[in-house]
């Protein structure tokens, strides 16, 4: 369950040892919105979509599906562990807007480690500059996508041949 970190006082994560990656063998269908900036980190490995979310349209890439894992899951590990999208590298955090919500299902989210918010505010370790001004990071993606259905509006291929 994904929590605002502004509706709890302070939360911890302890570690990842023994859980074998529960993130990335959840059969459940994960789509991660994506900002423009992610385009050049996740096109190697993933393919990346249109989806309508809260009304408007938004770049996405597909984690896995109903019935699979991240084909990256590999051996109880990320085969792509240096080139995981920012959505991997943030998790359990999530940006939401100009939120960040903590995914509170992992196991390594509690009352234990280090502190990973306190009062609303992700400390150091947790914090990522994905973060700021994500709103913003959205709506310029959108105005890219917008853009570019213009463009494709206006350039018809093939073109039609004088009868
Ligand atoms: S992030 Fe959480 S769910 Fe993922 S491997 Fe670590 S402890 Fe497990
Ligand atoms: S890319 Fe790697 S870290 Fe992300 S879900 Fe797949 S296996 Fe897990």
Known sequence: ?????????????????????????????????LILEDIKEVYNHFQIFFASIDNETRLVMILGGKESTCPYFEEDKCSIYEQRPPACKLYPLSPY??????????????????????????TDKFYYKRFDNFTTKLSKT?????????????????PKLAS
């Open 1 to 33: 369950m994904y929590i605002n970190i502004n509706d709890l006082e302070k939360i911890h994560f302890a570690s990842c040892d023994g859980c074998l990656g529960s993130c990335c063998s959840s059969s459940k269908f994960i789509m991660a919105p």
């Open 97 to 122: 807007y100009d939120e960040i919500l903590i995914n509170t299902s992992c196991s390594a989210v509690g009352s234990l480690g280090d502190i990973v918010s306190q009062n609303g505010k992700c």
């Open 142 to 158: 959108k105005e890219y996508i917008n853009k570019r259905r213009q463009f494709q509006q206006q350039v018809q291929f093939p």
